[in-house]
């Protein structure tokens, strides 16, 4: 599995440097990972992609028959422990058959509803009569699961959902009343996990089956993933066993966020199969399109693009795999024979909240910033429906909506971090974090710090420090400012996220990147480009970030040193990325596709 020894915990990432050789990369993939991946990529070329024509006219149907065959090649019962017909296999598993999937992404959410938020509740909350009686069957595909949270009035602010669970007079059900809006699934599935409100308060998880009386709406239209069902759904006096209570009543909140935790761990590697395929269609379009006597490819404007596409997919591999990398790693000293190691699986999970949220936002605005710029490489074309990244375009859009809109992903980095590490996050942790800095620097530049860091990336090494400080160094100081009013300073608390996402991201990258030339990789120069490239890029958005924040913190009386400190610690040297970034589309536009 992993080839890594060191244990981290969640959050640890802005006091622990990350070593290349303690992080999982892409390429560290088993054979036996590998092996399901194949077979996943295998499936989707056979079976999927030949008729998604008739998934876009919302053939279920169709649907159904895909699953049950994914179900014969196990991969819907990936995450499924084997006492229940299930493999048990890693998140890293996981989620590389997911970035098959994905290739498709319509399909491969019914698939990954089904499969993650769908059946991982009832995995980690059921009891195991409830585990014996439904598990097997989802995992066969005689089952299809959805997750039902959102209502119309209650999206982001989960817990203010208006449905309602009513103990019956003889104690033998809940009779369930409300509405769910856009579920995934929602018309075809057999088995919904959804959250209502027991005497008006005790937000619940229930297991509740189509039999039951649920009824599904329309599918909505929306703007992309044409080819998966969405529906809301309608709960009428559903009655609904005493024994399909899932977890404890009044305990619901775990559930969902738990499982929301599960599937942003994976959303990532999902993320990156839209970028490296956008990327696909674009180089080639880009060598067959010609233009005032040669291929758009060799135009600088076009070369700066694919380069863009192609550093947005290494770096986000590098910080996906290493999220994988760090919970299956955490995960490994759970006794999963033990009676209580659900609950210390989700323990884990939970502790991991920061990176799966950082990983969600980048990720998915990475893929935003991918397709976009794919549809302006095929120019006209790339705005007509009988060109590819059309549909990628629109399909993308939903990825900065889903699994908590960016906006609450942003709130939960600092948010979480400070729960964590409280005593990380103080006026004075801040002044320390600006002070150890500047006694590293050289007293005659700014742009010169003393550094242990070797190596052709040590620089970049050397400002992803500086950068965890300046993270610290800002958030310790907004918190002593704003003190409780910090949680409605958003604007405050964003910008302070991004420093985070880009600390998280840089770094990444770095460690990957100098693994592969620790291994005499033969990409190594080119991955050694795109992180020179992204933490100089990188480096511009932090100063922007930075200055966002010290203009608001000194008007609230913060000391005008803090400026100063700051400055300091957001200095990077120049770097000739317009060269860099040619040399990678150059790779690019030989590999004729993703080069890593």
């Not at 959303?267 to 395929?277: D, E, I, T």
């Not at 991004?498 to 770095?510: H, L, P």
Request: contains cysteine; charged residues 25%; hydrophobic residues 45%.
């Amino acid at each position: 599995m992993t080839q890594t020894h060191v244990t981290i915990t969640g959050g640890q990432f802005l006091t622990l440097d990350a070593r290349s050789d303690e992080v999982f990369i892409r390429e560290d993939l088993s054979e036996e990972q590998r092996m399901f991946g194949r077979t996943a990529a295998e499936f989707m070329q056979k079976e999927v992609l030949p008729v998604v024509e008739r998934l876009y006219k919302h053939d279920w149907d169709l649907t159904r028959q895909l699953m049950r065959k994914a179900a014969d090649l196990d991969l819907l019962r990936l995450e499924i422990p084997a006492a229940y017909g299930g493999l048990g296999l890693d998140l890293i598993s996981a989620a590389y058959v997911g970035e098959q999937i994905a290739v498709n992404p319509s399909f491969g959410g019914s698939l990954g509803a089904h499969t993650s938020i769908g059946t991982l509740p009832l995995v980690y909350f059921g009891t195991d009569e409830q585990k014996a009686r439904y598990l097997p069957r989802l995992s066969s595909g005689e089952l299809i699961a959805a997750y039902a949270l959102t209502e119309p009035q209650s999206g982001s602010d989960a817990l203010a959902a208006r449905t309602t669970a009513t103990l019956t007079p003889d104690g033998r059900h809940y009779v369930l009343n409300g509405q769910k809006m856009w579920i995934t699934n929602g018309q075809f599935a057999d088995l919904f996990t959804i959250f209502a409100k027991v005497d008006g308060d005790k937000f619940t998880a229930f297991l509740v089956e189509r039999s039951m009386g649920v009824v599904s709406g329309r599918d909505e239209i929306k703007l992309g993933l044409d080819g998966n069902s969405t529906t809301a759904l309608m709960l009428d006096d559903v009655k609904v066993p005493i024994e399909n209570v899932l977890g404890t009543i009044g305990q619901g909140h775990k559930v969902a966020f738990n499982v929301l935790n599960f599937g942003r761990v994976k959303l990532g590697a999902r993320n990156m199969a839209g970028v490296k395929g956008a990327l696909g269609h674009a180089v080639k379009y880009a060598k067959e399109r010609r233009q005032f006597g040669k291929a758009i490819a060799e135009f600088g404007l076009i070369k700066q693009k694919l380069a863009g596409m192609a550093i947005r997919g290494f770096i986000g591999d590098a910080m996906s795999y290493r999220a994988l990398g760090d919970v299956d790693r955490a995960l490994q000293s759970v006794d999963r024979d033990d009676a209580s190691s659900d609950a210390r699986v989700l323990k884990t999970i939970e502790g991991f909240a920061v990176e799966c949220s950082i990983n969600k936002v980048w990720t998915s605005e990475a893929l935003a910033w991918t397709v976009d710029e794919a549809i302006q490489v095929f120019g006209g074309n790339g705005y007509s429906r009988e060109f590819p990244v059309e549909r990628m375009y629109r399909d993308a859009r939903i990825t900065r909506i889903y699994e908590g809109t960016n906006e609450i992903n942003r709130m939960i980095i600092p948010t979480r971090l400070m729960k964590q590490s409280p005593a990380l996050f103080t006026a004075e942790a801040a002044r320390q974090a600006m002070d150890a800095w500047s006694e590293t620097m050289d007293a005659g530049s700014r742009r010169t710090r003393p550094t242990a860091a070797q190596g052709p990336l040590a620089a970049e090494r050397d400002f992803v420090s500086g950068s965890k400080r300046l993270a610290i160094a800002l958030l310790g100081h907004a918190a002593a400012i704003y003190g409780d009013e910090l949680k409605e300073a958003q604007e405050i608390q964003a910008e302070i996220a991004d420093v985070i996402i880009e600390v998280y991201a840089m770094e990444s990258g770095v460690a990957r990147a100098e693994k592969l030339a620790d291994r005499g990789d033969a990409r190594a120069s080119t991955a050694r480009d795109a992180v020179v490239v992204y933490t100089s890029d990188a480096a511009d958005r932090i100063a922007s970030a930075a200055r966002q924040v010290v203009a608001a913190l000194s008007a609230r009386g913060a000391d005008a040193s803090l400026a100063s400190g700051v400055h300091r610690l957001m200095a990077h040297p120049p770097t000739d990325t317009i060269a860099a970034r040619r040399r990678i589309a150059n790779a690019v536009i030989e590999a004729g596709k993703h080069p890593f």
